[in-house]
């Protein structure tokens, strides 16, 4: 049975993501901020809920509130979904336009399901 690391609890995950609209000749990515911002946020669903930078643990507490789920996801591996939605008003300006993250679990809890541990691809 493999033992998991605690430390990759505060590993980081970043995405970048953009998205143009060719019709009105916009491109806007998730970056388009400071850099200095982006090198101290994580993502907070209040205080930096527009970061792209994600930890492990605060992936699985948001996705999962129960601790031995939590240490089964590390153990065998899990399928998080993130989906971006980015709110524009082309009528404001372009730093307005921002995405919004929405998380949540897609594999089956290991309490229910024990005897497919982890996740695979077929």
């Known amino acids: 049975m493999p033992t998991p690391s605690l430390h990759t609890l505060n590993f980081t995950i ?9 019709r009105f000749n916009l491109r806007r990515s998730n970056t388009a ?11 907070h ?9 994600f930890r492990i643990r ?6 999962e509130h129960n601790p031995i789920e939590q240490l089964s996801m590390l153990k ?4 998080i979904h993130i989906s971006i939605n980015w709110i524009c008003d082309l009528d404001r300006p ?9 998380f949540r679990r897609l ?9 497919l541990a982890g996740f695979g691809f077929r």
């Open 14 to 22: 970043f995405l970048e993501n953009f998205i143009v609209v060719k």
């Open 33 to 43: 901020v400071h850099a200095s911002y982006l090198k101290r946020c994580n993502y």
């Open 76 to 79: 065998y591996g899990g399928i």
């Open 107 to 115: 594999d089956t809890r290991y309490e229910q399901e024990a005897f």
């Open 58 to 63: 605060d992936l699985l507490d948001i996705v």
């Open 94 to 102: 372009l730093d307005q336009c921002l995405p919004y993250y929405s």
């Open 45 to 53: 669903p209040v205080d930096h809920k527009t970061c792209p930078i």
